[in-house]
T-cell receptor, first 113, second 114 residues
Framework: GQNIDQPTEMTATEGAIVQINCTYQ??????LFWYQQHAGEAPTFLSY????GLEEKGRFSSFLSRSKGYSYLLLKELQMKDSASYLC??????????????FGTGTRLTVIP | DAGITQSPRHKVTETGTPVTLRCHQT?????MYWYRQDPGHGLRLIHY???????DKGEVSDGYSVSRSKTEDFLLTLESATSSQTSVYFC?????????????FGPGTRLTVL
C-alpha cells in the first residue's frame, strides 16, 4: 500500500522562504514528484527526485531522502501567486511500464503580504 | 501544454444515468490516466492505459470502466452514476520513454450527480 503525508495548510509571508514536508511509506518507489495546483485548475509539474539530494529549479527546490521516506519542497522569495496547493506524489512500478503516481492530500499554502 | 483536452468540462446528471467523459490528446503519448479529486482525498487513480486496448485498474476503479480504441482518446464511463461519483475528474498523459517522464494533466471535468 501507499501512505503519503503532508501538512494540510501553511501560511507564509511574501518574500519569505517556506518548506513543505512530505513523508511516505510505499510498497515500491520509483521517484517522487511535486505538483502545484491553483484553485479550480489542473495540477502542474514542479519537480522530480529519484536519487537522494537536492534538486534546484529557480525559486523552487526539492529534496529527497529515500532511507527516511522524506521529501520537502522549498519555495524562496515567496510571491502572492505562489498561493496554491502543493501535491506530493510517489511513483511506483506498475504493470505495462505505466507511470502510476500516488498523491498525498496536498498542502494549501497561503501567502500573505 | 501537452495537447490534452477533456469533454465535457462540466456536467450535471442524475443518479442511475450513464455518463462518458472523454480525454483527447494530440501528441501520440502512449500512457494515459484517469484520476478523481475530492476534498480530503487528493488525487486518486481510477484507471490507466499503456497502449491501445491495454488498460488496467487503479486504486478506485469500482463503478468505472474505460476504453482506448485509438491512441488519442481515452474514455471513462460511469455505467450508472451515483452521488458518490460527484467529483472533479482529471485526465493525464505521461511523457518520455517507457513512462519515465512526469505526468501532465488536462483541464478537468466537474461532474455533479444529483
Amino acid at each position: 500500500g501507499q501512505n503519503i503525508d503532508q501538512p494540510t495548510e501553511m501560511t507564509a509571508t511574501e518574500g519569505a522562504i517556506v518548506q513543505i514536508n512530505c513523508t511516505y511509506q510505499t510498497s515500491g518507489f520509483n521517484g517522487l514528484f511535486w505538483y502545484q495546483q491553483h484553485a479550480g485548475e489542473a495540477p502542474t509539474f514542479l519537480s522530480y527526485n529519484v536519487l537522494d539530494g537536492l534538486e534546484e529549479k529557480g525559486r523552487f527546490s526539492s529534496f529527497l531522502s529515500r532511507s527516511k521516506g522524506y521529501s520537502y519542497l522549498l519555495l524562496k522569495e515567496l510571491q502572492m501567486k505562489d498561493s496554491a496547493s502543493y501535491l506530493c506524489a510517489v511513483r511506483d512500478f506498475s504493470p505495462g511500464g505505466a507511470n502510476n503516481l500516488f498523491f498525498g492530500t496536498g498542502t494549501r499554502l497561503t501567502v500573505i503580504p | 501544454d501537452a495537447g490534452i483536452t477533456q469533454s465535457p468540462r462540466h456536467k450535471v446528471t442524475e443518479t442511475g444515468t450513464p455518463v462518458t467523459l472523454r480525454c483527447h490528446q494530440t501528441e501520440n503519448h502512449r500512457y494515459m490516466y484517469w484520476y478523481r479529486q475530492d476534498p480530503g482525498h487528493g488525487l486518486r487513480l481510477i484507471h490507466y492505459s499503456y497502449g491501445v486496448k491495454d488498460t488496467d485498474k487503479g486504486e478506485v476503479s469500482d463503478g468505472y470502466s474505460v476504453s482506448r480504441s485509438k491512441t488519442e482518446d481515452f474514455l471513462l464511463t460511469l455505467e450508472s452514476a451515483t452521488s458518490s461519483q460527484t467529483s472533479v475528474y482529471f485526465c493525464a498523459i505521461s511523457l518520455g520513454l517507457a513512462a519515465m517522464g512526469e505526468q501532465f494533466f488536462g483541464p478537468g471535468t466537474r461532474l455533479t450527480v444529483l
